[in-house]
């Protein structure tokens, strides 16, 4: 991994949308391509993701990215994981904002060291305001969420419980008077108070990438055509119908099919490769929108 290196608040190349939050880290340290200037965005959401938290994020961050927006995150499991992964995965550029020091051995959680190299691999960047050799604690994750912010033109929020880390960054941003979405869910799912509250307290509701690029004044997606095209036969039309609406269990979907045990794994596959569904864990399919 590349060396780690410092730039301070009174430098020229210091992010100016950071200096101007109430407190700006007096030094930030960072591994990577870092940038002054670049149109960067904030995601963030819960550890403990549902099939449908993870499937969104993939969904709306993947075409940010494509977009041209810099991923900002915090490299924590779950949904911060899926929204750098996403940009390693399409070459995009993505920033990890870390509570701990930048040193592989106080990186956390360890489980994404190879993420974390990816992310500069991949053009992007780490960056902490914790010295090397810094561990995390309870008191540096909820403080570095200020940066992610901070950085940030805007800020999702992809799934929350009412009492989360997500909250504390949300918070951050709205102080920071940054535009704030959200991503709705189910009503009786706990990871959708979070995010059902800031919808009421005013954040946009976000059910596709367009929500956010207009609200930002950035060039909007353009509608792409029915899953028809492209699709090569109807055991795959079939299955992107019933993945349409929902992600599923590969035996919830040979049951709605009615296909073939083995026509829907081997469907599945060339799906996967065709990069049109993606498996979110357990045999879970859902569609790339």
Do not use: W
Not at 27 to 41: I, P, T
């Amino acid at each position: 991994m590349e060396e780690i290196k410092q730039i301070k608040i009174e430098d020229r190349n210091y992010p100016e949308l950071l200096k101007r939050i109430p407190d700006p880290p007096k030094v930030l340290y960072f591994r990577g391509e870092f940038k002054k200037e670049e149109f960067c965005f904030g995601v963030v959401g819960t550890r403990r993701y549902s099939a449908y938290g993870r499937q969104s994020t993939f969904d709306i961050v993947g075409k940010l990215a494509e977009k041209g927006l810099t991923i900002v995150s915090g490299l924590a499991p779950g949904i911060d994981t899926f929204a750098h992964q996403v940009c390693v995965e399409r070459k995009k550029r993505t920033i990890a904002v870390l509570g701990t020091g930048l040193d592989e051995k106080s990186i956390y959680p360890q489980s994404n060291l190879k993420l974390a190299r990816k992310i500069i691999e991949t053009g992007g960047c780490l960056i902490s305001e914790l010295p090397p050799g810094t561990p995390g604690s309870k008191f540096t994750f909820p403080k570095r969420n200020r940066i992610i912010s901070g950085l940030s033109r805007g800020l999702l929020v992809v799934e929350a419980k009412n009492k989360s880390g997500s909250l504390i960054t949300a918070k951050y941003a709205f102080e920071q008077n940054r535009p704030l979405f959200a991503v709705p869910g189910p009503i009786y799912s706990s990871n959708s108070a979070g995010p059902h509250k800031l919808i009421k307290k005013g954040a946009k509701l976000v059910d596709n990438p367009n929500d956010i690029l207009q609200e930002l004044n950035l060039p909007v997606l353009e509608n792409k055509n029915d899953e028809t095209n492209s699709v090569h036969n109807l055991e795959e039309l079939l299955i992107l119908r019933v993945l349409k609406e929902e992600s599923l269990h590969i035996d919830k979907i040979i049951e709605k099919t009615k296909l073939k045990t083995t026509t829907v794994a081997s469907t599945l596959a060339v799906l996967e490769i065709q990069e049109k569904v993606r498996n979110l864990g357990g045999n879970v399919y859902g569609v790339i929108h």
